[in-house]
């Protein structure tokens, strides 16, 4: 059974700094392109970033561009997402999500090219 698990999530104060990790079990994680997506009350779950396989490739929301960091390590099969200077706004449900059709040297942005995801976790942030 594939397993994504996120961890680091919690309370911080705005300008401060969270790393999130995902950790992937039951499934070859070097060839699933990976992205963490977002999840406010009343908002639709949106796109935050992602990565290719290989981590050669990665993509990031206008919102979070320059604040968040998305890699990954493959020998330890997972993905982090660092968070940097962080907002209020930024407060909502993370998830990590594994894509096994995304290309090789490809990621998606797009929720429906995710096979596989994790249960979330909450980042809230305070003023």
């Known amino acids: 059974q594939v397993q994504l698990v996120e961890s680091g999530g919690g309370l911080v104060q705005a300008g401060g700094s969270l790393r999130l990790s995902c950790a992937a079990s039951?499934?070859?994680?070097?060839?699933?392109?990976m992205g963490w997506f977002r999840q406010a009350p009343g908002k639709e779950r949106e796109f935050v970033a992602a990565?290719?396989?290989?981590?050669?490739?990665?993509r990031y929301a206008d919102s979070v561009k320059g604040r968040f960091t998305i890699s990954r390590d493959n020998a330890k099969n997972t993905v982090y997402l660092q968070m940097n200077s962080l907002k209020p706004e930024d407060t909502a449900v993370y998830y990590c999500?594994?894509?096994?059709?995304?290309?090789?040297?490809?990621?998606?942005?797009?929720?429906?090219?995710?096979?596989?995801w994790g249960q979330g976790t909450q980042v809230t942030v305070s003023s």
């Open positions: 999500a594994g894509g096994s059709k995304i290309g090789a040297i490809a990621l998606s942005t797009a929720r429906d090219q995710y096979n596989y």
């Open positions: 039951g499934l070859t994680f070097s060839s699933y392109a």
């Open positions: 990565i290719s396989r290989n981590g050669g490739n990665t």
